[in-house]
Each structure stands twice: as structure tokens, then as C-alpha cells.
């Protein structure tokens, strides 16, 4: 039987669907927080973090064997790199959730998070489209796409900050702009995507 090919663009479809599959349960857990029943999604969570890490890991170790990669191997890093780095900042929302022992949730976190979601859906959706960049003229408009909902979110995360630090005592405080924080970088992962995307294709254009 004849080995598959390993193909690096499909081993970023994989990362990607791992943070597609990781918003997707921090969505599922938000839409009826029960405190009791974190412990159990924390496991969820890391499993799914855990895969991501071991793809990436698979794709390190054969780029390490690869004589002739289709890109730059310091753009495959980069990119699995960014990739993986979006699943890691998801599951470190959930972990800030469950550290300062937050037992409901404020109002605004079903906006961040559904922002979020449809960050990463457009995220995996460029993603997809990458594995065949050069033939592909729609790479672009979701490019752009992804950078106005990274703007969005700072836009939401500007807007929460200066209430939440305008009406609350200091503990709250605390607690919410580390978890606000941490939806920041989220966004903030899914543009370096983008943007590594986007000067690999400009380099082998």
C-alpha cells in the first residue's frame, strides 16, 4: 500500500480545526455556565489542546527530514506556530474562568465569544483556501475579513474596559481584565494568522 504524502497546507487545515473545535466548546460551556461542570470541561479543553500540540509537533519532525519543502521552512514554523498559538489563548480563557473561581458570567463575554467564533470560522476558512494560494483570488477579501473582526473585537474590549473600570470594585476588576485580556489575544492570534498568511503568499508570488 503506498504511503500518503505528507501535505503541510492540509497539516494547517488540522491546527486550524483544532481551534474551531476548541471556540466551539467554549461557546457550548458559556451558553449555560455551570461552575460545577468545569472541571470536566477543562479536560475537554486541554484534550483538544493536546491533539493540536501533537500535530504540530508531527509537522515539526518531518519538516526536520523534508529535502525540498513547497515554502520556506521558517514560514511553515511561523504559520503552525500562529496556528497552534490560537487554540493555546482559547483554552487559557477557560483556565482564567476556572483560577479566580468565577461563578457567573458577565453579560458581555456572549459577545466576545461569539466575535470570537466567527473570527476562527473565517480563520479555518482562509486557512482551507491557502492550500491552493496560488490559483485562489479569494484569499484576500478574507484577509481583510479576519482584520476587520481583530478590529471589532478591540473595538469590544475598549468599550468593556472603561465600564468595567468605572463600576466595580478592585477584585472584579482583577478578575475581568485578565479574562478580557485574554479574548484580546485571542483576536489578536487570529490577525497574525492572517498577516502570516498573507506575506507567505506575497513571498512566493
Same mark, same amino acid.
Given at each position: 500500500m503506498k504511503k500518503e504524502k505528507f501535505n503541510y497546507f492540509d497539516e494547517f487545515? *488540522?491546527?486550524?480545526d483544532y481551534s474551531v473545535h476548541s471556540i466551539e466548546l467554549l461557546n457550548e460551556i458559556f451558553e449555560d455556565f455551570n461552575k460545577n461542570l468545569l472541571p470536566d470541561n477543562i479536560v475537554k479543553m486541554h484534550k483538544i489542546e493536546h491533539e493540536a500540540d501533537e500535530e504540530k509537533h !508531527?509537522?515539526?519532525?518531518?519538516?526536520? *527530514? =523534508?529535502f525540498l519543502p513547497p515554502i520556506e521552512r #521558517? =514560514?511553515?514554523v511561523l504559520l503552525a506556530h500562529k496556528i497552534d498559538n490560537l487554540t493555546d489563548n482559547i483554552e487559557e480563557i477557560?483556565?482564567?474562568? =476556572?483560577?479566580f473561581n468565577v461563578t457567573a458570567l458577565r453579560p458581555e463575554i456572549s459577545e466576545f465569544t461569539k466575535l470570537l467564533y466567527? @473570527? @476562527? /470560522?473565517?480563520?479555518? !476558512?482562509?486557512? %482551507? #483556501?491557502? /492550500?491552493?494560494? *496560488? *490559483?485562489n483570488s479569494n484569499i484576500e477579501e478574507k484577509i481583510i475579513e479576519i482584520n476587520h473582526m481583530e478590529e471589532d473585537g478591540d473595538s469590544l474590549y475598549s468599550k468593556y474596559m472603561r465600564e468595567l473600570y468605572r463600576a466595580n470594585n478592585p477584585i472584579d476588576i482583577l478578575i475581568w481584565t485578565q479574562i478580557l485580556n485574554c479574548f484580546e489575544q485571542c483576536f489578536d !492570534? @487570529? #490577525?497574525? %494568522?492572517?498577516d502570516a498568511v498573507e506575506n507567505i503568499i506575497l513571498k512566493n508570488s
Open positions: 487545515i *488540522k491546527g486550524s !508531527a509537522l515539526t519532525n518531518y519538516l526536520l *527530514k =523534508d #521558517e =514560514d511553515i477557560l483556565i482564567n474562568i =476556572d483560577i466567527d @473570527c @476562527c /470560522k473565517s480563520v479555518n !476558512a482562509l486557512i %482551507i #483556501e491557502f /492550500k491552493n494560494f *496560488k *490559483k !492570534a @487570529c #490577525e497574525q %494568522i492572517a
